[in-house]
């Protein structure tokens, strides 16, 4: 079974704090991709990486960065975080397979930013 | 450019009822991919299926069908015999390149 791990479920920061989420995909996969998630808005794409210390930037890249120093691992960090960032965050991981991308999910994590 | 519209926003139904949850899509692929994935109140989304830009066949799965059209770009998925568990939000998505293109999304909620 796939498997793609986000560190919490649930995380409260306060504004300007430097957050990181972590997330984990066991099964070599390729690409990663960060979305936020947001009533009405459907699943918006923040990053995506398609090796190691590679990153393309999605819709929604303003105010987050991201990091894979390694194939199975790909970090978000919101540099100085804003109550505007509070949000469901989706970690997914994709591989190609009989001519088209797979793509598997993490459970999210819910940032509130206070 | 691709996008995907799911006009529906929130759907309320009574078990055992029939839903049919809408999805429109734009591409300029000739090949494509299109999916549907159900997110339940735990937050994960959990793929349901798969369908490529040529094969136009509807399939059915227990009490999920879905209809492909590409002469309407519409792939909608319905269930049959709704049961509470079916409640959640449902997202189409439209596979580019490197990227998945996904709808708003369509809340169901299946009411004892």
């Known amino acids: 079974d796939v498997k793609v791990t986000q560190s919490s479920r649930y995380l409260v920061k306060r504004t300007g704090e430097k957050v990181f989420l972590e997330c984990v995909q066991d099964m070599d996969h390729e690409n990663m991709f960060w979305y936020r998630q947001d009533p009405g808005l459907g699943l918006r794409l923040i990053y995506f990486s398609y090796d190691v210390k590679m990153k393309e930037k999605g819709d929604i890249p303003e105010g987050y960065s991201v990091s894979r120093e390694k194939k199975e691992r790909f970090s978000l960090i919101l540099e100085s975080a804003s109550t505007n960032q509070t949000s469901m965050y989706l970690c997914?991981?994709?591989?190609?397979?009989?001519?088209?991308?797979?793509?598997?999910f993490g459970p999210g994590t819910r940032l509130t930013v206070t | 450019a691709q996008k995907v519209t799911q006009a529906q926003t929130e759907i309320s139904v009574v078990e055992k009822e029939d839903v049919t949850l809408d999805c429109v899509y734009e591409?300029?692929?000739?090949?494509?991919?299109l999916f549907w994935y159900k997110q339940p109140p735990s937050g994960e989304l959990v793929f349901l299926i798969r369908?490529?830009?040529?094969?136009?066949q509807n399939e059915i799965s227990g009490r999920y069908s879905w209809n492909f059209q590409k002469s309407t770009s519409s792939f909608n998925f319905t269930i049959t015999a709704s049961q509470v568990v079916d409640s959640a939000v449902y997202f189409c998505?439209?596979?580019?390149?490197?990227?998945?293109?996904f709808g708003t999304g369509t809340s169901l909620t299946v009411i004892p």
């Open positions: 998505a439209l596979s580019g390149i490197n990227q998945f293109y």
């Open positions: 997914a991981s994709s591989f190609w397979r009989e001519g088209h991308y797979e793509q598997y």
């Open positions: 369908r490529n830009s040529f094969d136009e």
């Open positions: 591409t300029r692929d000739t090949t494509y991919y």
